[in-house]
């Protein structure tokens, strides 16, 4: 099986959109998830016969733009706490 043909195969993308979740758990930040739901997302549209002409350059696209999307939709509603300094400006301690 080659790349090209593995790349238009729905269940490759499933496949990949589970190993990134799996990443996403173990690993300490949120990096894989956006990753995560746009293979996963990819997969499923391929499973529903949506094969985008064929061509891998507009799968890669979808699912780029996808990923960047949940990104950035999924940091802000569940991971993003901007700056992590946090300052105080009296001790607990103290009179």
Not at 8 to 26: D, F, M, P, Y
Not at 58 to 66: C, D, H, K, N, P
């Amino acid at each position: 099986m080659t790349l090209a043909s593995l790349m238009t195969t729905w269940w490759a993308w499933i496949a990949l959109g589970v190993l990134l979740g799996i990443l996403e758990v173990l690993a300490p930040g949120f990096i894989f998830v956006g990753f995560a739901v746009g293979a996963g997302l990819t997969g499923v549209l391929l499973a529903l016969g949506i094969s985008f002409g064929g061509s891998i350059a507009w799968i890669t696209l979808f699912f780029a733009v996808v990923s960047l999307i949940a990104w950035a939709v999924l940091y802000k509603v569940m991971g993003g706490r901007g700056s992590q300094t946090k300052t105080f400006d009296e001790d607990i301690n103290e009179g």
